[in-house]
């Protein structure tokens, strides 16, 4: 599953630095990248750049087995919760040629720099695979495997902080627009990395997330990052997600973690 996840998001990744090229070049530096193991997609349970067993196998247990609407809440919008599995569709990106650099530098040393290669959060939004969502009137929560294991939007109508302290999951408020779940999240630091291909981003990034559920047993969320430094238009990543309600967020420690070892040096 490692190489895989890797494999796929090399051949994404490719395909966005050759698409920044004006010009024939000659082969650069991701042309003989061996794939190193990926902890991101290590334990949880889904595979990053396929529809892997694990998912295929949940598709079939749960597909047709919610019919109906979307239920409300006793406000009347959508109600998010729900034990959901998650697969992301990115588009490619259009990086500026600071970003396109920083990702290439990545690449070029294994991805050795990975946040959870020393256990740390990997991104700031949850990635593929389990979802758990809680949502009242004031808070929607999202739990997941990866840490820090969950994350928080306050739907109480408070304002961002004007001086909001940066941390790996920033800030994030929530509104209604119709039927969809308008989300705004700053106050983020530097150091994850975007997935699923491992993108650079800046303290000044602006995620905007809109969440619809569509039936019962579906749901869509998309989200939008907005970088200048990094991208020359905003990135969109969508997720679809299907309920899969028998499903329970696995344990996962991250102790002694030796992919750092397994990806030093430079690649030929």
């Known amino acids: 599953m490692f190489r895989v996840a890797v494999a796929g998001a090399l051949v994404f990744m490719s395909a966005v630095i050759a698409s920044a090229q004006t010009a024939p070049q000659k082969p650069g530096p991701l042309d003989n990248l061996v794939p190193t193991p990926n902890p991101v997609t290590s334990p949880v349970q889904s595979d990053a750049r396929a529809e892997g067993q694990w998912r295929r196998a949940m598709r079939e247990k749960y597909e047709g087995k919610f019919p109906g609407p979307a239920p409300r809440t006793p406000e009347g919008k959508p109600d998010l919760s729900g034990v959901w599995i998650a697969q992301d569709t990115p588009e490619r990106p259009t990086m500026t040629h600071l970003g396109l650099t920083l990702l290439e530098n990545r690449y070029k040393t294994n991805l050795k720099d990975f946040p959870y290669s020393v256990c740390l959060p990997p991104a700031p ?6 979802w758990v969502v809680m949502h009242n009137r004031t808070q929607l929560v999202t739990l997941f495997e990866l840490p820090p294991n969950y994350r928080l939007v306050f739907l109480d109508g408070r304002p961002h902080p004007p001086d909001v302290e940066p941390t790996w999951m920033g800030h994030s408020i929530g509104m209604w627009e119709g039927d969809t779940l308008v989300v705004d999240s700053i106050g983020f630091n530097d150091k994850s990395w975007l997935l699923p291909a491992f993108l650079p981003h800046t303290p000044n990034m602006h995620i905007r997330e809109r969440w619809a559920r569509t039936t019962m047993a579906t749901m869509t969320v998309e989200l939008m990052y907005e970088d200048p430094e990094m991208f020359v238009k ?6 679809t997600l299907f309920l899969a309600p028998g499903e329970n967020l696995m344990e996962n420690i991250c102790e002694n973690n030796k992919f750092q070892q397994l990806s030093t040096g430079q690649n030929p």
């Not at 939004?125 to 389990?130: E, K, T």
């Not at 905003?234 to 997720?239: A, S």
């Open 234 to 239: 905003p990135w969109t990543v969508v997720y």
């Open 125 to 130: 939004v949850p990635g593929n695979g389990l």
